[in-house]
């Protein structure tokens, strides 16, 4: 299926990610690197079928939080905090006559279901030598790797590093009773490293409003992590879940 159209993207890091340029199956995205901040266009087969802007938009939506989620889980983090993916949908056009037909009310259109159903099983390009378009194109059969995408392509913010790690283990645990234990292990990590983590996104005394909780009146914990530790942390683990469930490295 041709593409039909093409977005333009708001590269917001103040750092240029040399992954930005995906020529995909599912998602092609073209950056121009000389350009500060980078010229980025975004385009997707999996919407062609689709004729309504608003519903077009949408979809878009997802597919570029899914491409900022397989970035966010591949990045390098540092104090800066400036090498996550965050880009964001600016204007929409029809490609071959580039008419702009960006909705009035893009900021009020949720996210809704990525993928074409006619695409979905296409699997042909699939190859694990580019994780990036490896892991998109699972995850249109696997939902624990769309719903772990979607959701480290929201951010490596607190309670969004929670929010992961709750689908980390719970996904594990429907796997095998070990499979999440295994994965902790491959990552380096212990309980001990958890309930640090845990710990400390739970507590109202230590982050304030940004705490998965408000005042529980709970005294500090003995260890506690920062939030470079904790991304380091889940983005390991999510790792580790990748490789040991699905062979991707």
Same mark, same amino acid.
């Given at each position: 299926?041709?593409?039909?159209?093409?977005?333009?993207?708001?590269?917001?890091?103040?750092?240029?990610?040399?992954?930005?340029?995906l020529?995909?199956?599912?998602?092609?995205?073209?950056?121009?690197?000389?350009?500060?901040?980078?010229?980025? !266009? +975004?385009?997707?087969?999996?919407?062609?079928?689709?004729?309504?802007?608003?519903?077009?938009?949408?979809?878009?939506?997802?597919?570029?939080?899914?491409?900022?989620?397989?970035?966010?889980?591949?990045?390098?983090? #540092?104090?800066?905090?400036?090498?996550?993916?965050?880009?964001?949908?600016?204007?929409?056009?029809?490609?071959?006559? +580039?008419?702009?037909i960006?909705?009035?009310n893009?900021?009020?259109?949720?996210?809704?279901?990525?993928?074409?159903?006619?695409?979905?099983?296409?699997t042909?390009? !699939?190859?694990?030598?580019?994780?990036?378009?490896?892991?998109?194109?699972?995850?249109?059969?696997?939902?624990?790797?769309?719903?772990?995408?979607?959701?480290?392509?929201?951010?490596?913010?607190?309670? #969004? !590093?929670?929010?992961? +790690?709750?689908?980390?283990?719970?996904?594990?645990?429907?796997?095998?009773?070990?499979?999440?234990?295994?994965?902790?292990?491959?990552?380096?990590?212990?309980?001990?490293?958890?309930?640090?983590?845990?710990?400390?996104?739970?507590?109202?005394?230590?982050l304030?409003v940004?705490?998965?909780?408000?005042?529980?009146?709970?005294?500090?914990?003995?260890?506690?992590?920062?939030?470079?530790?904790?991304?380091?942390?889940?983005?390991?683990?999510?790792?580790?879940?990748?490789?040991?469930?699905?062979?991707?490295?």
């Amino acid at each position: 299926m041709e593409n039909k159209y093409i977005f333009t993207v708001f590269y917001q890091n103040n750092k240029f990610l040399s992954h930005s340029n995906l020529y995909g199956h599912d998602i092609c995205i073209v950056c121009e690197e000389d350009d500060r901040p980078p010229n980025c !266009l +975004f385009t997707s087969p999996h919407l062609s079928s689709l004729i309504n802007p608003e519903e077009i938009w949408a979809r878009a939506l997802t597919l570029m939080s899914l491409y900022n989620g397989v970035a966010n889980l591949y990045c390098t983090i #540092n104090d800066d905090y400036d090498d996550t993916s965050n880009q964001k949908l600016v204007k929409m056009f029809i490609w071959d006559k +580039f008419i702009d037909i960006t909705p009035q009310n893009k900021f009020d259109i949720a996210q809704s279901y990525p993928f074409d159903d006619e695409l979905v099983l296409d699997t042909k390009f !699939l190859s694990v030598k580019n994780r990036f378009a490896y892991l998109i194109n699972l995850s249109k059969t696997e939902n624990d790797i769309l719903h772990i995408l979607l959701q480290l392509g929201n951010g490596l913010e607190w309670i #969004n !590093l929670y929010s992961i +790690f709750d689908s980390l283990r719970t996904y594990s645990k429907k796997i095998n009773k070990n499979h999440f234990k295994n994965i902790l292990a491959d990552s380096g990590y212990s309980e001990t490293d958890i309930h640090a983590f845990t710990g400390t996104v739970n507590n109202y005394g230590i982050l304030g409003v940004k705490a998965r909780h408000g005042e529980l009146g709970i005294g500090m914990p003995q260890k506690t992590l920062n939030l470079k530790e904790s991304q380091i942390l889940i983005l390991s683990i999510c790792k580790s879940y990748m490789k040991l469930t699905y062979s991707v490295e």
